[in-house]
């Protein structure tokens, strides 16, 4: 049943109007909607060149280009890709040239632009082409995606770079040794082409024939990543003529694969460019200067690395495509790996997106044809055995009664006589969630009422950090019991269980990057996993049914995810043992490492709800009288919208649109943000395709 208003079937011949319409006036102010002059302005006999400059401004309206004029003095260093100092109103700001036109008469007076403040063409057309691609799919605008995609100048860096590139030729520039490549990696086991068609893939990559490819790696258990299996990709791409784009999700693994390279690759190989925050903000401007003019072979970054303008790529390699990192917080939202599809249709290069389980934005690449899978053969290499007590071993009368149970102790017991054994936490800290043993009542800080934690015997609160002693205020009693563990809470129980074990905590504030293979018990947090040299003997994942508690889409995805990342640092032989509740569907997925299968089922799901990547949905927040002047000026003809609903403080609304009509449904959003903007209404926050739901 269709419960839309009919409409026009051709265009709304009061469209325009709409748009302009708005309330009274807001303390006594008149507003827009100035009256049109009976005679047309005299056009303005400008002789200079127009430049349209995209400038850095949080106006939406203003974001997507102004004209400017060149004045003569500028003319020979305005050009386009610079970087310029413009007027907006009485505020100077900053902004990229995008095109420059010769002079002609105007309808009004265009300002000239102040200040050149880089003559150097730092943008290309190509990224200003990709730009402008990823703020249409993200209905943003062009200025959010470059302030991503540049970073901040270093005039310093920018001269020093230019002096040198002067006097001396460019090491990068030179010729680079390829041959040899393939044969200096050919060795590493394991081996891509023993892949299913894991030859033919290679062979494509040589001769830079254009490929969509979505792997599901085997594990390299002495590597934080199968750094041995991305090089032979990376060797038989560069056999070719163009650059390759390595991404990984956090700057530690673009280190660590920076070094394997320099350190496995045969003498006269291309080095490589890293390119992410943690090499600091002159260091960072330094490489996206190498990628713009020098056109280094090899570049690896993380996920602003993506719009890396390298004049000729040949392939893009995005290692573990699902992972959070890659999610772009701020406005528009973007994910890395649609941007890398899109750069890879403009530059008709290879996309390659590698995981040791799959997200179901990848398997729909393949089930749409748009990818095809790279799987190791079965048996191809020897795996983790994996158990799932929860569901094999009802007999166990500790389970879901004490920290540990007794099956999980065995379980560590017998691993330790190998070799060190992982312990995955899901939260960091002590004893989180507290509340009285008796009454059940939540426990909560004297001071602020804030949340509390327990670490070894005292109780600290996370807001204040009020130290205190308990004593329930209803029933008097002293005893706790808590939802959840973190990793200090589980080092002390184990260093109790195991008195003569050695007991390391790692988490992002105490990481540690390597151990030895001596028998220890290393607790870490999720994503903080140290390697061991040959790879653990088994690993424990606790608490598996945490993430899956919270009521995002996302849940299952990630949790699959982090227990195939913790899961591929455990040697041939060893165990992985599942512990928690994680539900039977995904334990058995992982057990049999169905990933492609459960991500094939999920989409199914998705698709029944209209949920992403099976549809276009978009998510529209604000307070109550700004949604509600949206719905007087927008046009959501071909969607579906739910709501307006409260989220906190703020009201959403939800847009939902069948694929085909995404790019209308974007152009739409696009257009509402710019009469926001423009009417200066209340804050205003558009997503397209959002995680949290």
């Known amino acids: 049943m269709n419960d839309q208003m009919p409409r026009w079937s051709g265009a709304d011949p009061l469209a325009k109007i709409r748009s302009l319409k708005q309330q009274a006036p807001e303390g006594g102010q008149q507003q827009e909607l100035l009256a049109i002059p009976e005679k047309p302005l005299a056009k303005w006999e400008n002789q200079d060149p127009i430049a349209t400059v995209i400038p850095d401004t949080p106006l939406f309206h203003l974001a997507r280009g102004l004209d400017y004029t060149v004045p003569v003095r500028l003319v020979k260093k305005v050009q386009p890709g610079c970087l310029v100092s413009v007027k907006i109103g009485d505020q100077l700001a900053h902004g990229w040239v995008e095109t420059i036109r010769p002079g002609q008469p105007t309808q009004k007076r265009l300002r000239p632009i102040s200040r050149v403040l880089s003559p150097y063409p730092l943008v290309s057309a190509a990224s200003f082409e990709l730009a402008d691609q990823v703020a249409s799919r993200y209905a943003g605008n062009l200025s959010q995606i470059l302030t991503h995609a540049i970073p901040p100048r270093r005039a310093g860096i920018e001269k020093e ?136 072979r090899l570049v690896v970054g993380t996920r602003s690395a993506v719009f890396a303008p390298l004049k000729k790529v040949s392939l893009v390699l995005i290692w573990d495509e699902g992972a959070e990192s890659y999610q772009e917080k701020s406005a528009p939202y973007w994910h890395v790996r649609q941007v890398g599809m899109l750069r890879a249709g403009n530059e008709k290069c290879s996309l390659i997106l590698g995981s040791f389980s799959r997200s179901p934005q990848a398997q729909a690449l393949v089930m749409s044809s748009w990818a095809h899978e790279l799987t190791p053969r079965k048996h191809q290499v020897q795996l983790p055995k994996i158990y799932t007590p929860e569901y094999e071993d009802r007999d166990d009368p500790t389970i879901g009664r004490v920290g540990l149970s007794s099956t999980a102790l065995q379980f560590l017991h017998n691993a330790l006589e190998h070799g060190p054994v992982l312990i995955q936490s899901p939260r960091k800290g002590g004893r989180l969630g507290l509340s009285c043993a008796n009454c059940l009542a939540p426990l909560r800080c004297p001071q602020c009422f804030g949340r509390v934690q327990q670490v070894r015997e005292e109780f600290i609160c996370n807001s204040c950090g009020h130290h205190f002693q308990f004593r329930c205020s209803r029933c008097g009693g002293q005893v706790t019991r808590a939802a959840a563990r973190g990793n200090t809470r589980i080092s002390e129980e184990l260093g109790a269980a195991f008195p003569k074990m050695p007991v390391i905590n790692c988490d992002a504030d105490n990481p540690l990057q390597r151990i030895s293979a001596e028998p220890a018990l290393v607790v870490s947090t999720a994503e903080q996993e140290p390697v061991a040299d040959g790879g653990y003997a088994g690993a424990l994942l606790l608490d598996t049914g945490m993430l899956l508690s919270l009521d995002q889409i996302w849940t299952a995805e990630e949790a699959l995810r982090r227990w195939a990342n913790a899961a591929a640092k455990v040697a041939p032989g060893g165990g992985v043992m599942l512990s928690g509740d994680p539900g039977r569907r995904l334990a058995l997925t992982f057990k049999q490492r169905a990933f492609s299968q459960w991500a094939s089922q999920e989409l199914q799901e998705r698709a029944e709800v209209g949920i992403p990547p099976t549809a276009v949905l978009a998510t529209i927040r604000a307070d109550q009288l700004t949604l509600r002047k949206i719905q007087e000026v927008a046009d959501f003809a071909d969607a579906q919208v739910i709501g307006p609903s409260q989220i906190g403080e703020q009201f959403q609304l939800l847009v939902r649109s069948r694929l085909d009509k995404g790019e209308v449904l974007r152009q739409e959003l696009q257009r509402i943000q710019a009469v926001a903007s423009r009417k200066k209404w209340d804050s205003l926050k558009v997503q397209v395709d959002p995680l949290e739901l």
């Open 161 to 296: 770079f230019f002096a040198s590139e002067s006097e001396n030729s460019p090491v990068e520039n030179k010729p680079q040794v390829t041959a040899g490549l393939n044969a200096s990696f050919a060795k590493a086991e394991p081996l891509i082409a023993n892949y299913l068609s894991g030859k033919e893939l290679l062979e494509s990559l040589g001769k830079a024939k254009a490929c969509k490819v979505v792997w599901s790696a085997l594990p390299e258990p002495d590597k934080s990543a199968p750094f041995r299996q991305i090089s032979q990709l990376v060797a038989s791409s560069l056999n070719g003529p163009g650059s390759v784009l390595c991404l990984f999700p956090t700057g530690q693994l673009a280190k660590d694969f920076s070094s394997y390279w320099k350190n496995n690759a045969p003498a006269g190989a291309p080095s490589a460019l890293e390119y992410h925050f943690e090499l600091g903000a002159n260091e960072r401007y330094r490489s996206f200067l190498k990628c713009r003019f020098n056109q280094p």
